[in-house]
């Protein structure tokens, strides 16, 4: 929704019913989880994105989606579905070992985050990237005698108008308004759109990219595409198994989800999905060193 669509919403409705529209127009960012509206007022429905100054064009959803999410035990409160392997699983681990493209894992696993709040999955998946990366490292307020990115500071850098800490704990964040956040850091940052990219190129930039350890592919995905529940996402992406052609997703919400494998035809479903803020597909941002 645009600030002027919500605007004109929140212009017509009442008090109860316009806070009911700003929750929800903030959870359908990037990973905020959507509120249970209390209001007795008659539902509104927000009007539509606008006035778009892309040329990208829109995306048809999916007509399948993954299994109900009812099968596998997780290490979190929810249970996996069974269309996803865990990480944990003997299957998982040994898909691990086996794969060619793993060597995104082991620097990103050393530096996992769980996000400090439901709206942070941008934030905790960029500081994995930014300190496995091995990339020159800030002051911290956290440990003050040990330099480190930490979700805490993460923003000191960044323009506030591109994005701020109040805003993101409440919104999250889409996948330029990351892309452009993440300039301000000495790395090399390239956003993909899914609705720019085919299955095959998709897979294939999962594959490369998790090929090394001085790039991270950060997927932007909603959860429901792979059988989850839950609406957008953010998580690094750590490796690529082309027997099973699936990708391990490291999930920052472990309180949530545990590391799982995903089909990556289902995580490509997932990346087309609309983000209802930007009014445009989701996708992947990789960040990597710069040269020289």
Not at 62 to 71: D, E, F, G, H, L
Not at 251 to 266: E, L
Request: proline content about 8%; aromatic content about 8%.
């Amino acid at each position: 929704m645009s600030r002027y669509s919500l605007k004109r919403t929140v212009g017509r409705a009442s008090r109860p019913t316009w806070i009911a529209v700003l929750l929800m127009t903030a959870a359908l960012a990037a990973c905020a989880p959507a509120p249970v509206a209390t209001s007795q007022a008659p539902s509104q429905t927000a009007s539509p994105v606008a006035n778009q100054t892309t040329t990208q064009k829109s995306v048809a959803q999916p007509s399948t989606q993954a299994p109900p999410a009812t099968v596998q035990s997780a290490d979190g409160p929810l249970p996996v579905p069974s269309n996803l392997v865990a990480l944990a699983q003997p299957a998982g681990q040994k898909r691990l070992i086996g794969a060619a493209a793993n060597q995104s894992y082991w620097p990103l696993s050393q530096y996992f985050e769980t996000q400090r709040n439901e709206a942070y999955c941008s934030v905790a998946t960029s500081v994995m990237a930014l300190n496995a990366l091995g990339i020159r490292r800030p002051a911290s307020t956290l440990y003050p005698d040990f330099p480190y990115f930490s979700q805490e500071d993460f923003f000191r850098g960044v323009d506030p108008q591109v994005a701020n800490a109040a805003r993101v704990s409440h919104e999250g964040m889409t996948l330029d308004q990351l892309g452009e956040a993440l300039n301000a850091f000495p790395v090399v940052v390239q956003p993909y759109h899914a609705a720019d990219l085919t299955l095959a190129q998709f897979r294939d930039l999962i594959r490369e990219t998790t090929r090394r350890g001085d790039r991270f592919a950060l997927l932007n995905f909603r959860r429901v595409e792979i059988g989850e529940t839950g609406g957008g996402h953010w998580s690094p992406l750590a490796a690529y198994d082309a027997a099973s052609d699936s990708a391990l997703l490291l999930d920052v919400a472990r309180y949530k989800y545990p590391a799982v494998w995903v089909p990556v035809a289902q995580l490509y479903a997932a990346a087309l999905a609309v983000d209802n803020v930007s009014g445009l597909s989701r996708g992947v941002v990789v960040i990597g060193k710069r040269q020289g």
